[in-house]
């Protein structure tokens, strides 16, 4: 039994009768009626999924034009109905035109059983898969609406911050390929979403992807997708990021930290424009606008052949150099504001404004994580604060934290010193112990035994 609800329109009580008789014992539901005028407050009170409809209705009259008008009027109640036209012998031209206008099927009058039941029984399919892709639909819209409301808009009146929104919104219409530069924490993720959201493609996917947290062995497999049976748990078929991003923006981050072979791999997807899963040989056309980001130095990087320079070519198209926190000048106050309006507002609080001193030390402050470092101070000194000032014991700026843009105060002690060090290397090496002890010229161990003693 097909798990529908089906409605016959049709003046002929005998038509209604054996339809009914019929079809009663093969969907969920069957509804008559004898006259289109109902259709209105039929389909307002039912579920319906499936419109059985006579084309003729007023005595004598054969020419159809009464049911491709109530045709017409189903479908501008919604355009997603399945509607089926019984049509007589003979008239078949006026079935194709009803199908032109948006009927999904015919059937003749009279019919034989099989086939009416074949008719209802795809067009119930049809019915299916057109909830499920509208169920689906407003899951991605939903899910996009989540994904987007994490993304703040650019806080920012420093000239630097003004020209680059000049540029960002030239730049975003076109699809031109943008590479955007710029320490950690600067707004990269943010500029490359503006970009998007300026953009033609904004009602699609934006896919960001971290480079940096995929090995050798994932890059292929997350990127490109894979056929089941690609390698042991390759259980059923994936699409890679690129293919899900079909229409959208693919924004890669941390591109400065692949390797000369995985540069290779992506270079012949941007040169081609398609992607192979891993175990298939099938080329997959993939339309995407291409946003990459790194706080390395590319330029330099190329010129010393650890990132290839046919790579560089192809993603910056346009470049944007996001400035340090440190450079935009009062822009760091403003920044503040904002989070300390958006974090009183989190935590229930009700913050009127940062003190006189507490202002200047955010001035002073040299900001090495940038506004993301700025973003953290203000959500911890917001939920710190008692009163409706922020104060400087609020900010827990220490001297270590003013010290770390390398300017050390002459009475630092030589542990401060070390430790400061031992967080430095870690946070240039985004976590990675060895690649932090290589640099300290330290064992795994012997960092690990730091890292404890210091409480880092
Ligand atoms: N101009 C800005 N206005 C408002 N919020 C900002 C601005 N710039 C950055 N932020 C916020 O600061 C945080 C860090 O920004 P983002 O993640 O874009 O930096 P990033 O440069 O991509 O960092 P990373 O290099 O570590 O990936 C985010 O929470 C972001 O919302």
Redesign the pocket.
Known sequence: MLDATVLIIDDDDDILLSARLFLKQQVKQVITCKSPKEINVLLSKNEIDIILLDMNYQKGASDGREGLYWLEHILSIDKDYVVILMTAFGHVELAVKAIKKGATDFILKPWENEKLFATISSASKLRESTKKVKKLEKIHSSLQKDLTRG??N???QANEIKQLQHTLLKVAPTDANVLIL?E???????FAYEIHGNSHRKNQVFMHVDLGALNENLFESELFGYAKGAFTDAKEDKPGRFELADGGTIFL?EIGNLTLPLQAKLLSVLQNRTVTRLGESKERRVNVRLIT?T?MPLNEMAAKNTFRQDLLFRINTVELLLPALRQRGTDILL?AN?FMQVFSSKYHKNIQKLSNKVQEALLQYKWPGN??EL?HVLERAVIMSDGADITEDDLQLSPQRYAQNNTLPDEMALEDMEKMMVQKAIDKHKGNISKAAAELGLTRAALYRRIEKFGI
């Open positions: 993304f703040e650019i806080v920012g710029g950690n924490g600067t707004g990269k993720q943010v981050d980001a706080n920044l904002h506004v993301r973003q």
